[in-house]
């Protein structure tokens, strides 16, 4: 475990990290977010004469894995956004005189 946070942020995570997201809320704030621009990663694909040689259980579980990689990558461009916006807000307040 590492340290611990704050109470209101603990109070937070709590609440908003453990209920699922409805199917709408969910894809709302997939597309809300994309892939840096200087960031290639993107989820692998099978090509077209692999794929048909597979029987449908391999398939599935391909699928299924591929699902949560293109969340993990969402997530992680959301998590480099917001990093992103706040050492922009660290610089910006680093530069003014507000102490």
Not at 49 to 74: G, N, T
Not at 85 to 90: D, G
Request: overall charge positive; some cysteine.
């Amino acid at each position: 475990m590492s340290e611990a946070i704050t109470a209101k942020l603990a109070e937070f995570v709590n609440e908003h990290f453990s209920a699922k997201l409805g199917d709408g809320k969910y894809k709302e704030k997939l597309d809300k977010y994309g892939r840096a621009s200087n960031c290639a990663v993107t989820v692998p694909t099978v090509k077209p004469e692999i794929w048909d040689k597979h029987a449908h259980q391999p398939k599935q579980e391909y699928l299924f894995v591929a699902a949560i990689q293109r969340a993990v990558m969402k997530v992680g461009a959301i998590l480099t956004d917001s990093a992103c916006k706040i050492m922009a807000a660290l610089a910006h307040l680093k530069n003014s005189n507000i102490t």
